[in-house]
């Protein structure tokens, strides 16, 4: 039976001495600036932004927490990655314009592969596998704007999920809807290691919407303190709208309410609209003038809609949950 060797650690977080460490990871052509905060023994939590490159709430908060956190008491380790995909950041798009792949799609990556698979394997082999817990802080990105949430992969060991629970309670500011397993992002990556793991995702719009990066700030600290990592009162939450799916389709938001065909989106449905099942989400014209109507696939509550009117065929152009 072949053994599984596993690379020599670019960072080895247990053997940095306790303090605040700046380091940067990177191997075959792509990496990344991480923020190490080391104290006693303990978890190990891993938080990160921009694994889409358009998505700046993430790397906002945790650029801020960056400059300013000095913890008196830490018990164990926390690392912070303001902007996971540096490339796809400074373009201001949600992937890589080399490769044009998604990150959210390509774990646990591949070291011989694209730079986009690469760079999820540097993730997942040289930091994920060293964390005992993690979140990935999204948004909308530039072309949608949505009703923000938290969630986390459901079915998956109950100890892990019960643990995904507490954190994802932290976030109480945001609803919560999660779903089974879906290959390929760095939730399933965590979800492959026993990992527990919550994303969140913010408005969007291109954006930094203040209550967005008021409800981050609270989730953190009380997901610290949740943890164990810092001292603190137990945080009096508030009871979250949840929503558990064992439809990996309804979590999947990119195969929602498709474009037709390219062309002009002109929306019917609002954020936070209530629809029914054929109702009119929009109308998607060409620019030689054809007109086709997108109709709701089933009754809900829009909680994303694109806002960016351009779209080419296949664009997903609304989600509907059924909360």
């Excluded at 939730?187 to 990992?195: M, W, Y």
Aim: charged share 25%.
């Amino acid at each position: 039976m072949a053994k599984t060797i596993k690379p020599t650690l670019l960072l080895d977080l247990a053997a940095l001495p306790k303090g605040f460490h700046r380091r940067r990871l990177a191997r075959d052509g792509v990496g990344f600036e991480a923020f190490i905060w080391r104290g006693g023994p303990g978890p190990v939590l891993l938080v990160n932004g921009a694994t889409h490159g358009d998505e700046y709430e993430g790397p906002t908060l945790l650029q801020q927490w960056v400059r300013r956190w000095k913890p008196r008491t830490l018990r164990g380790t926390v690392v912070f990655v303001p902007v996971l995909n540096e490339v796809a950041f400074f373009a201001g798009a949600r992937c890589r314009p080399d490769d044009g792949a998604n990150l959210a799609r390509s774990f646990p990556g591949n070291r011989r592969g694209s730079p986009t698979s690469r760079l999820a394997w540097l993730f997942n082999e040289h930091l994920l596998a060293q964390v005992t817990h993690y979140a990935d802080f999204h948004s909308a990105g530039v072309a949608n704007r949505l009703r923000p949430w938290v969630d986390y992969v459901a079915g998956i060991a109950a100890p892990v999920e019960r643990t995904q629970r507490a954190m994802a309670a932290c976030f109480d500011r945001f609803w919560c809807w999660s779903g089974p397993f879906l290959p390929g992002r760095t939730l399933s990556a965590a979800a492959e290691r026993g990992i527990p793991a919550i994303y969140t995702e913010c408005r969007g719009e291109g954006d930094v919407a203040p209550a967005d990066l008021a409800a981050l700030e609270l989730g953190l600290r009380r997901l610290l303190i949740t943890l164990g990592l810092v001292p603190g009162a137990k945080p009096r939450l508030r009871t979250q709208l949840t929503r558990i799916t064992r439809s990996a389709k309804e979590t999947h938001l990119q195969v929602h309410h498709q474009a037709p065909h390219d062309g002009l989106f002109i929306p019917r449905a609002k954020l936070g609209d209530r629809v029914r099942r054929g109702a009119p989400i929009g109308e998607v014209l060409e620019l030689a003038g054809r007109a086709s109507l997108v109709r709701a696939e089933h009754a809900g509550r829009v909680v994303v809609v694109r806002v960016q009117r351009s779209v080419r065929k296949g664009d997903a152009l609304a989600v509907l949950s059924p909360v």
